[in-house]
């Protein structure tokens, strides 16, 4: 394997919006970020991924892009966005942006020449097709709910949405588009991005049959994930990009693509692949709260494990997975995957220590590292986001009482890792002195990054000491490409793999569930190098784990 600068990349995902305020209008922006860098520098991560902070009229919170050349007045300008850059530089943090391709907003210049004349040549740029006796061209559904198709004024053309109708899709067969669009990814490689997180970048190539379906719900529409998900074709157009962008600047690159067939993986990573890493969601559709998991989180946790080890080992000779627990899209790690009256410094920390070491790029969300929690609203008028709206919708279609689908929305909804960033126990959580865009959760009192800076048994300290040992000298080697082998697997409630290389021997067990566990252990121990607890339970031929217990431990050879 070719060993490239991204592979010792830790990252940590900035959502800027609910970051840092630096004027007091109650929004996250650019500055806020560069007043922060000292706190990013000293948790030891390296690597920075921010999300869009291009112009937009915000219908999709910035992934509606009207104008990939300017920065949006909310979050500063350009200036502020090439002081940061500089900024991170001095402190060897590298910067990547979120880049959205597959669709811009409807108030982008090319879409809105599209509308001034559907034969011009921006019409191609997007998918404009006729309807079928004033109805859509097909039954797609949008991700987001409601039609894939939106009606274009008193004319029987529609244009294909995904998302939201303020994001039409881009046609990617248009190669006067795709230049269009490497041109603009080489303008901000230039002014020094390290890279980009590659948003939806799985739906660019559709299949273009655009027959009807059997519809999978009572709305009539349906999915069509297989007509605009990683359709075969798709390697085409990621290669020209990669070879006409990324690869001329060594760029860091992380697909937002869910492939889950990992023999494909190969199209997608690894020397010939066209990222550098992408995402592994194999844990994503997991929650205990879930009807079909909340008595059940041994048998979860077991789905979890076997489908966690089956994307490393295929992955393995392909190159780099992208491991996370928590990002903007998702709910706090913490109420998905541990039981409300058990989340705490124990329980998390174990969540940290399971993801953190296995094979592949790891990624730290903004609040992750202090354990901010769910924020469940008493009503859906208190929720902003306008996918979360349309699946309340969906729900209340699908026979669901409003109480049933407030709860609902409750379990899964996306906007509870988008509360502002709690820095402090100050008014609105030092995140802002004016009114904060979204209601921070009032748990920050006590949930907070100031709380917990220089406590020694804290949450943060304990994400500290997970970085400096990935990032360690003496233990990097084996942590970054050493081979991952699945271990104590007969155990229920444990996660536990061995890091290996020829040198050395590292065993990261965890105790997933609140009560203790006796495994079988007859392992010499070198070192202890991390542990959530103050002591080790060991006699000759056995391991008791604790609760929640995580242990990393260094194994003679």
């Not at 109708?165 to 303008?187: A, F, H, I, S, T």
């Not at 988008?418 to 006590?446: C, M, V």
């Not at 697997?489 to 290389?501: L, M, P, S, T, W």
Request: glycine letters at 6%; one cysteine or more; a negative charge.
């Amino acid at each position: 394997m070719i060993k490239k600068w991204w592979q010792d990349s830790i990252v940590y995902q900035i959502y800027p919006k609910s970051f840092q305020d630096s004027n007091g209008d109650g929004i996250g922006d650019i500055k806020g970020i560069i007043d922060r860098l000292d706190y990013l520098k000293d948790l030891g991560i390296n690597v920075i991924w921010i999300c869009p902070i291009y112009k937009s009229p915000m219908v999709d919170h910035g992934y509606d892009i009207s104008n990939y050349y300017d920065i949006d007045p909310s979050f500063g300008n350009m200036d502020d966005m090439e002081l940061l850059l500089k900024e991170a530089e001095k402190r060897d943090i590298k910067i990547l942006m979120d880049l959205v391709i597959n669709h811009t907003s409807d108030k982008h210049i090319w879409f809105q020449k599209a509308l001034e004349d559907l034969d011009s040549k921006y019409a191609d740029y997007y998918i404009i097709k006729e309807g079928k006796d004033g109805t859509p061209p097909n039954n797609w559904r949008s991700i987001f709910g409601g039609s894939a198709w939106e009606r274009i004024g008193d004319t029987n053309k529609y244009y294909l949405h995904l998302f939201t109708k303020g994001q039409p899709d881009l046609n990617w067969e248009n190669e006067e588009l795709r230049n269009e669009l490497y041109k603009m990814v080489n303008y901000w490689l230039k002014k020094g991005l390290a890279g980009f997180r590659i948003d939806a970048i799985a739906h660019i190539k559709k299949d273009f049959s655009y027959v009807n379906l059997p519809a999978d719900a009572p709305d009539g529409l349906v999915g069509a994930w297989e007509y605009h998900r990683n359709v075969k074709g798709i390697e085409v157009f990621l290669d020209e990009l990669n070879e006409k962008t990324f690869k001329i600047y060594g760029s860091m690159t992380v697909g937002e693509t869910d492939v889950k067939e990992v023999d494909r993986l190969v199209d997608f990573i690894g020397e010939n692949g066209c990222f550098s890493t992408v995402f592994d969601f194999c844990h994503t559709l997991y929650h205990v709260n879930d009807e079909e998991w909340k008595d059940k989180p041994v048998e979860m946790l077991k789905e979890i494990r076997d489908k966690l080890f089956e994307k490393q080992l295929g992955s393995v000779k392909y190159g780099f997975l992208s491991n996370f627990i928590e990002n903007h899209d998702l709910p706090r790690a913490a109420n998905r995957f541990i039981p409300e009256k058990e989340v705490g410094f124990y329980s998390e920390s174990m969540l940290a220590t399971m993801y953190f070491f296995l094979r592949g790029i790891p990624f730290i969300y903004q609040g992750q590292e202090i354990g901010m929690t769910d924020f469940p609203k008493k009503s859906i008028d208190e929720f902003l986001d306008l996918a979360t709206h349309q699946n309340y919708k969906t729900y209340l279609g699908k026979g669901l009482t409003e109480e049933e689908a407030l709860k609902r929305i409750n379990v899964e909804c996306r906007e509870h890792s988008r509360t502002p960033l709690q820095w402090s126990d100050d008014e609105n959580a030092g995140f802002t002195t004016g009114t904060p865009w979204f209601e921070i959760n009032p748990n920050y009192k006590h949930i907070n990054i100031k709380e917990q800076e220089d406590k020694e048994n804290s949450l943060l300290t304990y994400y500290k000491r997970l970085i400096k040992l990935r990032k360690s000298k003496d233990y990097k080697e084996v942590l970054i490409y050493g081979d991952t082998i699945p271990i104590f697997e007969q155990y229920d409630g444990v996660i536990a793999y061995e890091r290996r290389n020829e040198k050395q021997r590292i065993l990261i067990i965890n105790n997933c569930v609140n009560k203790s566990s006796t495994i079988k252990f007859k392992e010499n121990i070198k070192n202890v190098l991390l542990n959530n607890y103050k002591e080790i339970i060991l006699d000759k031929e056995s391991l008791e784990l604790r609760l929640y217990q995580s242990i990393v431990l260094e194994i003679n050879n």
